[in-house]
C-alpha cells in the first residue's frame, strides 16, 4: 500500500463523515441559532430551553434522513470491503 492509496482512503473517510455528520450538524445549528435570538429577545436564560429542542430536532433528522445515511455508511463500509485484496496485493 502505497501513500496515494493511503491519502486516497482518508479523503474518502473523512468525505463520508463530513455527509454522514452534516444533516446533524447544520440542524442543530439553525435551531441553536434561532433560540439564540429567542433568548436574547426575551432574556431568558434556561438550559433546557436550548437543550430540548435541540435534542427532538436531532431525533427528527435520524427519523428523515436515517435510511440514507445507513445506505451511504453501508455502501462505503461494503466498498472498503471489496477493495481488501487490491490494498494488500
Aim: glycine share 4%; hydrophobic share 60%; net charge negative.
Amino acid at each position: 500500500m502505497d501513500a496515494d492509496t493511503v491519502m486516497t482512503l482518508a479523503r474518502d473517510m473523512l468525505w463520508v463523515t463530513l455527509e454522514l455528520g452534516a444533516p446533524i450538524l447544520l440542524a442543530v445549528l439553525v435551531v441553536g441559532l434561532v433560540i439564540a435570538m429567542f433568548q436574547a429577545a426575551t432574556q431568558i436564560n434556561e438550559m433546557t430551553l436550548t437543550f430540548v429542542p435541540k435534542l427532538i430536532v436531532v431525533a427528527v433528522v435520524l427519523v428523515l434522513a436515517g435510511h440514507w445515511m445507513l445506505r451511504l455508511l453501508t455502501d462505503y463500509t461494503r466498498s472498503l470491503i471489496e477493495h481488501i485484496p487490491q490494498l494488500l496485493g
